[in-house]
């Protein structure tokens, strides 16, 4: 095959994966309340039923208290809303990204014993890994895993 002709074809091939990259749209009311602990989370990775329960108790959040004032609960609760994903959500009053079957799937090859292990501790800390999680990038460009 021609290069010109392959290489229009890997582009082709590309285009559906790019479009569905969780690009985070920036809200920096979002990002100071929800990233200071962990890193805010793409809202297209839960639906917005699972937001919604998660922003009714944000005073039992995890084991933590996240409580913000009522400006910016309706500030985020709207951003998180308009910006939800449409996958099935994950079970529980505590919805998980990492509880997805969504998560579980793209997430198949990764050894069970790295999860655990000290330089990544628990799944929901995305930068471990995807090293440019703070600004919403996951793609496997920047994807590293620890040793
Ligand atoms: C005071 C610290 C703190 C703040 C502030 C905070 N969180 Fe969390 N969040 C946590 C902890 C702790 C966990 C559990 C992490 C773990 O399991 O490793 C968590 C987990 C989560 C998860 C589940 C991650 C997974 O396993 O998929 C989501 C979603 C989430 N937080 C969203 C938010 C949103 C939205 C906000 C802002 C309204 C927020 N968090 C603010 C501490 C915080
Ligand atoms: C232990 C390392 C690790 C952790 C922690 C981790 N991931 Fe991943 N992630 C991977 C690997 C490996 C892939 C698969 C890359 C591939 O096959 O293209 C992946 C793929 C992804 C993809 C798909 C990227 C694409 O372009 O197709 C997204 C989105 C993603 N992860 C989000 C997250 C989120 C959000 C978190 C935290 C809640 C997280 N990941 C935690 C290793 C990790």
């Given amino acids: 095959m021609r290069p010109v002709l392959l290489a229009a074809l890997l582009a082709l091939a590309a285009l559906p994966a790019a479009a569905d990259k969780p ?64 996958r099935e959500p994950p079970p529980g009053v505590e919805p998980r990204i990492t509880e997805t079957r969504w998560f579980a799937k793209e997430h198949r090859e990764v050894p069970a014993a ?6 990544v501790k628990s799944a929901a800390n995305c930068g471990a890994c995807h090293r440019r999680a703070d ?13």
Wanted: proline share 8%.
């Fill in 23 to 86: 690009r985070l749209p920036p809200n920096p009311v979002y990002k100071a309340e929800c990233g200071s602990c962990h890193v805010a989370y793409p809202p297209r990775l839960l639906p917005a039923s699972s937001w919604q329960l998660l922003m009714q108790r944000l005073d039992r959040h995890f084991g933590t208290d996240a409580s913000l004032d009522a400006g910016a609960r309706e500030e985020i609760g709207r951003y998180l809303a308009a910006n939800a994903g449409r």
């Fill in 135 to 147: 600004d919403g990038d996951y793609s496997e460009r920047t994807l590293r895993l620890p040793k």
């Fill in 114 to 119: 790295l999860w655990k292990g000290t330089a």
